[in-house]
């Protein structure tokens, strides 16, 4: 890192700052750069779970899958197409041979059900003459209702009655099992200690270069690296990743990575006064947490 680039991700951090001002970056001494080198430690477990459970839809006089067509399969033996590794998804199947038909619980098989809101008169007091078919000390008739006392239900518009939500009107529902399958992307990180003032959430999603990578259905803890803390990282996140989905999931593929996160520390003179900011990253990220002139044109100032 030198004087050079040291300025100019400043630069490029400020330009994309609509209250900062360039000015500072111009002109600004560099009186120091602290360098180190971060290590990053990455563990990825994509695993699947699978979870069951009984389910309806309408019934449309289609095919029934049930009983009689055979035992259903058990869940772990029913064959889908596996995302690609390391990306999450949920999906739902039908289980073979799970179905039956049953009439609808809410409507009781007649695929409309009375409307609450007239109880199956079709029309509702009116709201402006209470159903007296004249206001209060006025002689002539309520204009909403054209002296009727009554307006149309805007519930059922009229009807009395409304389809039935739950088997839209078919009357019938197809009770079946689901299969509910989650991949899942389980992530443990470690990043060595530093010296400096650099937030830490900031350092694990920061870009680097890699060191180490390992690929594998089952990935093993490292061992007799050179920085002691990235071995015990490894140790503990396989750990707790084998101890957290033992139970309930299988693992299909795990990943584990070493990087490298360069981290400067620059300290500049502005205007009689000593500042800093750290340029993190491959990519020369900048975090400035004592800027100075910053201003207020009513966004909000990260």
């Not at 079946?176 to 989650?182: E, G, H, P, Y």
Request: glycine fraction near 6%; hydrophobic fraction near 30%.
């Amino acid at each position: 890192m030198t004087e050079e680039v040291a300025r100019e991700a400043l630069l490029s951090f400020v330009n994309s700052k609509c209250c900062y001002s360039s000015t500072v970056a111009g002109d600004l001494v560099i009186r120091e750069l602290n360098q180190q080198t971060l290590c990053r430690y990455r563990l990825e477990t994509f695993s699947e779970s699978r979870i069951s459970e009984w389910t309806f839809q309408p019934f449309t006089n289609h095919s029934v899958d049930g009983p009689q067509r055979g035992a259903s399969p058990r869940l772990w033996d029913i064959k889908v197409q596996v995302p690609p590794m390391f990306q999450e998804d949920i999906r739902k199947f039908q289980v073979p041979h799970s179905s039956l038909v049953k009439e609808c619980h809410k409507c009781h098989g007649r695929g409309r059900y009375k409307c609450s809101g007239c109880h199956g008169a079709g029309t509702v007091r009116c709201p402006s003459c209470c159903g007296a078919k004249r206001k209060a000390k006025q002689s002539r008739r309520c204009q909403l209702c054209a002296g009727s006392g009554r307006r149309r239900c805007s519930t059922c518009s009229g009807r009395g009655n409304k389809t039935c939500a739950t088997c839209k009107g078919e009357k019938k529902l197809l009770h079946f099992i689901q299969l509910v399958i989650m991949w899942k992307n389980s992530l443990f990180e470690f990043v060595s200690e530093h010296r400096l003032n650099c937030p830490r959430e900031l350092l694990a999603k920061a870009k680097g270069e890699n060191l180490f990578k390992d690929e594998n259905s089952v990935v093993y803890p490292i061992v007799d690296f050179p920085l002691r803390d990235i071995s015990l990282a490894s140790q503990r996140g396989i750990a707790e990743h084998s101890a957290a989905l033992a139970s309930r999931a299988r693992v299909l593929q795990q990943r584990q990575t070493i990087e490298l996160i360069p981290l400067t520390e620059v300290h500049y003179w502005y205007q009689g006064k000593t500042y800093v900011y750290y340029i993190y990253g491959t990519d020369h990220q900048v975090y400035a947490v004592d800027y100075p002139e910053r201003y207020c044109c009513g966004c909000t100032i990260v």
